[in-house]
């Protein structure tokens, strides 16, 4: 069993569709009965920590992270004496382990927790590279250089998700030497400094000479980095709308194998605008989505933030026992339930009204972490008797100060574009009223959630708007004007978001956890104390949901989508996608379209971005 485990967890690295299985079977062999009080070991102890390790693996892929965070703890006290010091040396396989916890604290938004794990490692990976350089021992300066490197950088990111910039900066300053991609973020962080700074001018000795020092550093990661993030950020900041200064006919290494990667990669760079976390928290996202005049109820279903909104639920329910006569019907799961850093679909479950209140029958479950519940959109748009989500990929570029050596400090619009490219994802199974299910939850999800990396993904489809433009055509609906429905509820996020972010009686600060409230002047806004850099594009995956009756309903907004390929389909669309936003990018800063020429996909059609106004 142990072996097959292992097999499919290896599987689930390449093919997440796999680490559901894994997950059910790494279980049976680890707790094979929780009411056995044998201290029997299921496998030797040198395995266990392993075995722990491959099963948090295998749990981050299917999104359990807070689970995933226990079974890595697991791992690492197999590690400790009984008096909690260290059996012995760190080695690959434990950094990858803390590096994994670290990585589900981040993901769940647990950033200070995760930032302690990240610099935990680097700690003991700098003691690993001294010892192996006075020794000699090149294997060891390898892997631990790498990881030092890496949870350096992990550990400045977490700090910048929570606002702590002079952290950040102080840790890079300590270890930017080590690394030519820490010297770039080093250098990337003091143009967010500058730009915050009270000296509002470039003249300004000081100032000056803090940015040619980020130019410097910046410049000397983007000659040596394989990632083309630092060299962008140095050529726009040397002269905005006048780029004479690239001499080479390949700045930003487009034709490169593995370019594309390159630049997907760098839609989950630490320089975003922070304040995205209101749409990417679903608590936030509610809230910035229904106030203050609720102009998205037309396309954001019915939900409460509980237990927050516990009483408000209850009376609705209790409405609707009224209506029905039948306990059957009551009992229906009309109600999905949703983790504030759930993606992907993971972290969400479907419940019955009774289920719901249930979860808060005692005092102390009132005071648990807030959710978001929301009415089921239901009946559902069928295709071919399955439900179907849609990923609409957004490119979001924010407003602010630009630093420029030459022009000095320069403000410019946020902008706004919808991509007409996108996917369509089919749940696993064909959907049926859940009354003829039972309470077979895997069979209810596997016909709820349509999230490719979800449940048996290999039963899933994947499709592009073509196709589903295609199958609407055939059944007398206009595609057009259910695009347009689209358009228009993107367009009125992302205007409540940029008012938000530039109001000023939004003023918490900094805090990712902070808890929503309803407020028509945006209190539960979460403002960081830091700016984006606002020449880079940020690509977001806005999910949708259609009814029977063919309206879209706005389901979650993904900070951060998925953008490595899966398949050809997946390969086609991501790369247009990714192509057209740093087109759009380079038109934003000037910079002439022919350096990113080879960005440009073989089957590429054309420039499929369209801005919408912010007016």
């Keep these: 069993m142990a072996r097959r485990a292992i097999e499919l967890s290896n599987l689930a690295n390449v093919d997440p569709s796999f680490a559901e299985e894994a997950c059910k079977l790494w279980t049976s062999i680890l707790e094979p009965n929780c009411n056995n ?40 006290a197999y590690l400790k004496d009984d008096n909690g010091s260290l059996l012995k040396p760190l080695t690959k396989d434990e950094v990858d382990t803390r590096m994994g916890l670290g990585k589900s604290l981040q993901r769940i938004l647990r950033y200070r927790e995760a930032a302690d794990t990240f610099l935990d490692v680097a700690t003991r990976c700098a003691d690993i590279t001294d010892d192996a350089t006075s020794g000699g021992n090149k294997e060891a300066m390898g892997w631990a250089g790498l990881a030092h490197s890496n949870s350096l950088q992990s550990a400045a990111l977490c700090y910048m998700r929570i606002g702590d910039i002079d952290s950040a900066v102080a840790i890079l300053e300590k270890f930017q030497g080590h690394a030519f991609d820490l010297a770039g973020m080093l250098g990337a962080l003091l143009h967010i400094q500058i730009i915050h700074s009270t000296k509002k001018s470039l003249k300004d000795a000081e100032k000056r000479h803090r940015f040619q020092a980020a130019q410097e550093l910046l410049h000397d990661a983007s000659s040596t980095s394989a990632s083309p993030l630092y060299n962008w950020i140095y050529t726009t900041s040397q002269s905005i709308y006048h780029y004479d200064c690239l ?9 490169k194998e593995d370019a594309y990667l390159s630049f997907a990669k760098v839609n989950n760079s630490p320089f975003d605008d922070p304040d995205l976390i209101n ?19 037309d396309f954001w279903p019915r939900g409460y933030i509980l237990p927050q909104d516990l009483d408000l639920f209850s009376v609705e329910c209790n409405a609707d026992e009224n209506d029905v006569s039948d306990e059957k019907s009551r009992s229906r799961k009309k109600w999905i339930l949703k983790e504030r850093s759930g993606y992907g679909s993971h972290g969400n479950s479907i419940a019955s009204a009774d289920e719901v209140l249930k979860m808060y029958d005692s ?3 009132l005071t648990t972490e807030p959710i978001l519940c929301q009415k089921i959109v239901d ?7 399955r439900k179907f989500s849609l990923r609409i990929y957004v490119i979001y570029f924010p407003g602010g100060n630009m630093l420029s050596s030459e022009d000095g400090e320069k403000c410019i ?5 919808v991509s007409t490219e996108g996917l369509v994802k089919y749940a696993s199974a064909s959907y049926v009223d859940d009354t003829g299910k039972g309470n077979d939850d895997d069979a209810l999800n596997d016909q709820y959630m349509t999230n490719s990396g979800r449940g048996d993904g290999r039963s899933s489809q994947q499709h592009d708007l073509k196709q589903l433009q295609r199958e609407l055509e055939m059944s007398g609906i206009d595609y057009n004007n259910i695009w347009d429905e689209i358009e228009t509820s993107i367009q009125i996020v992302m205007k409540r978001f940029i008012y938000l972010r530039n109001s000023e009686c939004s003023t918490k600060v900094g805090n990712p956890l902070a808890d929503g409230s309803d407020s028509s002047c945006g209190e539960s806004f979460i403002h960081s104390t830091h700016a984006p850099i606002c020449s880079i594009p940020k690509i977001m995956g806005f999910d949708y949901i259609f009814d029977s009756s063919m309206n879209p309903y706005l389901l979650e907004v993904n900070r951060f989508p998925g953008l490595e390929p899966r398949s050809s389909i997946d390969l086609d669309v991501k790369q247009s996608v990714v192509y057209n936003a740093w087109v759009a990018a380079s038109d934003r800063m000037g910079i002439p379209k022919k350096y990113l020429q080879g960005l440009r996909p073989s089957k590429h059609k054309g420039f499929s971005l369209k801005r919408l106004s912010l007016k």
Aim: proline share 8%.
């Design 37 to 76: 009080d044998s201290e029997e070991l299921p496998l030797p102890l040198g395995a266990m920590p392993a075995a722990h390790a491959l099963h948090a693996s295998t749990l981050v892929r299917v999104g359990r992270d807070k689970e995933a965070i226990g079974k890595y703890r697991k791992s690492l």
């Design 363 to 365: 005092t102390s479950n």
């Design 279 to 297: 749409l990417d928290d679903k608590i936030l996202l509610h809230s910035v989505v229904m106030e203050p005049h609720r102009d998205g109820k």
């Design 379 to 385: 009946p559902p748009m069928l295709i071919n008797s």
């Design 413 to 417: 619009d946020a902008e706004i574009y």
């Design 247 to 255: 001499k080479s006919d390949d700045p930003f290494q487009c034709k």
